[in-house]
């Protein structure tokens, strides 16, 4: 078994993607995926974004994540935010929809298990 161990200061982060425009509610937010695993169900790494506000969907799957630093908000459409700093912990089940609100750089680990 290959082990892969990455910490924040030595990620070699691939290029950052913009947020697509339809998504985007404020700012111009980009984010970079570091990928440790993946199969045909499951996905886990990190994940880094710069600040904005942003729409988002679950839509087949579910996902697990620990936010490693910066901060921002997690704002289900029903309105429920979920502050989001160093530490913080959150399962969003499939089917979750609301926005991202990143108010300073901001990097997460993440698990994304498909539903199918």
Same mark, same amino acid.
């Not at 910066?70 to 926005?99: C, K």
């Given at each position: 078994?290959?082990?892969?161990?990455?910490?924040?200061?030595?990620?070699?982060?691939? #290029? #950052?993607?913009?947020?697509?425009?339809?998504?985007?509610?404020? =700012?111009?937010?980009?984010?970079?995926?570091?990928?440790?695993?993946?199969?045909?169900?499951? %996905?886990?790494?990190?994940? #880094?974004? %710069?600040?904005?506000?942003?729409?988002?969907?679950?839509?087949?799957?579910?996902?697990?994540?620990?936010?490693?630093? =910066?901060?921002?908000?997690?704002?289900? +459409? +029903?309105? %429920?935010?979920? +502050?989001?700093?160093?530490?913080?912990?959150?399962?969003?089940? %499939?089917?979750?929809?609301?926005?991202?609100?990143?108010?300073?750089?901001?990097? #997460?680990?993440?698990?994304?298990?498909?539903?199918?």
């Amino acid at each position: 078994m290959t082990n892969v161990v990455a910490t924040i200061a030595t990620v070699q982060w691939p #290029k #950052k993607v913009a947020i697509s425009p339809e998504r985007v509610i404020s =700012g111009s937010p980009s984010a970079s995926t570091f990928v440790l695993y993946r199969d045909s169900r499951t %996905e886990a790494g990190l994940w #880094k974004v %710069e600040p904005g506000e942003f729409t988002t969907r679950l839509t087949g799957y579910r996902e697990f994540i620990h936010i490693v630093e =910066g901060a921002g908000q997690l704002i289900h +459409d +029903d309105g %429920e935010t979920i +502050d989001l700093r160093a530490g913080t912990v959150v399962a969003l089940p %499939e089917g979750w929809a609301g926005r991202w609100r990143i108010t300073a750089p901001l990097v #997460k680990s993440y698990s994304i298990v498909s539903q199918y």
